[in-house]
């Protein structure tokens, strides 16, 4: 009887197939080698890895496309990315998302643009002080009640000059997550802060308060990636090969608290 490959021997399949035509012959192999090892450490840490491997492989396809465009890959206790299988509708198969965390948005602007990001959530407890739309003061105590926004500070890393520290308040964070397809359900309902974060990051870059030009960074500011959004020819460049640390942050969240692929409640169509 055949045996069925597994998770990791699909994704090399997949990866060899996708990136043949999109990197130099002498790099396709150490690039296959990187992204199956980190989806396959992703799938291992799932909570549902059958979720994951139910998705289809044009989708999986189109998220190994920009794990090797960008150098975000999944897996980790502090992922740069994660991987979330979501269905469209009722009965279709689900399809693998892409979804970078606001350490790989943060990651990509310091090694592409010089800029160090410290994305901070503000509580209601907090004491914090706006003027002309940027954060002037901010004080913490013990992070109690509900988040009421989040600022940005975008800093030069060469000198330590800070550009901007601009405020999203959680009316504009709202309007975000109501574009989701998930809506309350998946990591938007389960780990409020850590989307918020990101899709604070999202918001700074869409208005070009993150003054960077890089295709990599640009290509990653998105929540959400089908099948479609994301064509394998988009990869122009190999990114480079090796484990990338995270940007210094403010916050660094618990392991234990960090939404794990595969854990977003498929949706279902109205």
């Not at 350490?103 to 994305?119: H, S």
Request: proline share 7%.
């Amino acid at each position: 009887m055949t045996r069925s490959p597994t998770f990791r021997q699909r994704v090399e399949h997949i990866a060899r197939a996708a990136l043949a035509e999109a990197l130099p012959p002498k790099q396709v192999a150490q690039a296959v080698a990187r992204v199956s090892l980190a989806f396959a450490a992703a799938h291992r840490t799932a909570r549902d890895p059958s979720a994951l491997e139910a998705c289809t492989d044009a989708s999986i396809g189109s998220c190994i496309a920009l794990s090797a465009l960008t150098g975000l890959m999944p897996g980790g206790s502090h992922a740069l990315v994660y991987l979330v299988p979501q269905a469209a509708r009722r009965g279709e198969p689900p399809e693998l998302q892409w979804r970078p965390t606001h350490r790989g948005y943060a990651a990509l602007a310091l090694e592409d643009a010089g800029l160090v990001l410290l994305p901070v959530a503000v509580f209601e407890s907090d004491e914090l002080e706006v003027s002309f739309g940027e954060a002037a003061h901010h004080q913490s105590f013990d992070q109690q009640g509900e988040i009421i926004g989040v600022y940005v500070t975008i800093r030069r890393a060469a000198d330590g000059v800070v550009l901007s520290r601009p405020w999203i308040p959680k009316s504009t964070i709202e309007k975000i997550r109501a574009t989701s397809r998930a809506g309350n359900r998946g990591p938007w309902g389960t780990h409020y802060e850590e989307m918020a974060l990101a899709a604070a990051i999202r918001w700074c870059h869409g208005r070009g308060t993150i003054p960077s030009s890089s295709t990599r960074l640009q290509s990653a500011m998105v929540e959400e990636v089908s099948a479609e959004a994301a064509q394998i020819t988009q990869v122009q460049r190999p990114a480079r090969i090796g484990s990338r640390q995270p940007a210094p942050e403010s916050h660094q969240i618990p392991a234990d608290d960090m939404p794990e692929e595969g854990s977003e409640d498929e949706e279902e169509a109205p």
